[in-house]
């Protein structure tokens, strides 16, 4: 009976703060909720223990939707710009990368815990990559929905106080294709076995993640993920990271704060710095001529020609 009232206090909890979070415009706040009362009872003595099936099934759900988020229009976009992402995706990961290395060096967190921490992308995906790979999942879930939370704030303060625009309402219970509802679990679960005898890191949110992305796009599937499905997975995945802090784990998650949130204030400026770049097009290399780029590359190769023909006339301006 203990153990009950235990698990319908997290739930409870979960539920509060999970809204009061959306409420304040997180994005997180599915999985941030949860992930907050599990550490509120964990620290408190409450012990409880998400178990290996159900924390597996979800990081499969989580696979899938990403797979589900991963368009064949994209593409199209990548190889009309890939120099531009290219150059910005690799400036991002050395840039995250040496403040990881700088927090390790100053002894605040664990070296792959920092890097991992310090890492951009989908906080979730990479608080799961992390553990896959040695480090500690709940310091790197902590540095994650940190900069999470950061990003909202300065979002909110930079649209005038108040915040982004408020997505639509979800239809929590709306019409379900049972069919597809079907094959999406079936991928969710049958992932995560593959990705365990195949000894795959992080193969039970990988293996959905692929699988499902190739199966969307060659017509086979379609990925139904209802809105209770997420939110059960969000909820199983922040109970899991949550419950597993302790009050000395807290301790010096609070102590190094404050140079996790300067390494992640010195993270955003540089991302917002490589945007404000990108927003303004690449400068062509004809220098000077107030040519501009949009990342065609038959509008390279011709901008390249025209500099050659430049650099053998002698100028160095347009006419």
């Known amino acids: 009976m203990t153990i009950w009232r235990h698990w319908l206090a997290l739930v409870a909890l979960s539920a509060v703060l999970a809204v009061l979070l959306a409420g304040a415009g997180l994005p997180a706040a599915l999985l941030l909720g949860p992930m907050l009362a599990g550490i509120a009872l964990a620290v408190s003595g409450r012990a409880l223990d998400v178990p290996g099936r159900p924390y597996a099934l979800a990081q499969g759900v989580l696979g899938c939707m990403m797979a589900r988020a991963m368009p064949l229009s994209v593409t199209g976009e990548v190889m009309g710009h890939w120099p531009i992402l290219v150059v910005g995706i690799a400036a991002v990961i050395a840039a995250s990368a040496a403040l990881g290395f700088g927090l390790a060096r100053l002894r605040l967190l664990p070296g792959t815990t920092a890097v991992w921490g310090s890492s951009p992308g989908a906080a979730s995906a990479m608080v799961l990559m992390a553990e896959a790979y040695g480090a500690d999942p709940r310091l790197v879930a902590f540095m994650q929905y940190t900069r999470v939370i950061l990003v909202t704030v300065i979002a909110s303060a930079v649209a005038g106080g108040h915040g982004p625009e408020r997505l639509q309402a979800v239809e929590w219970f709306g019409p379900i294709d049972g069919q597809a509802l079907a094959a999406t679990l079936a991928l969710a679960l049958l992932g995560p076995v593959v990705a365990a005898r195949a000894r795959i890191p992080a193969g039970a949110m990988l293996v959905p993640l692929v699988a499902g992305t190739l199966l969307v796009h060659a017509g086979v599937m379609t990925i139904e993920l209802p809105p209770p499905l997420l939110a059960l997975a969000y909820a199983l995945l922040g109970w899991c990271i949550g419950l597993r802090f302790t009050p000395g784990l807290l301790r010096h998650a609070l ?26 097009r690449m400068r062509d290399l004809v220098g000077d001529a107030g040519t501009w780029w949009d990342g065609n590359p038959q509008e390279y190769r011709h901008l390249k020609k025209i500099r050659s023909e430049m650099r053998r006339s002698g100028f160095r301006k347009a006419i």
């Open 255 to 280: 102590r190094a704060l404050p140079a996790i949130v300067a390494a992640m204030l010195v993270l955003i400026a540089l991302c917002e710095v490589q945007g404000g770049l990108g927003r303004g």
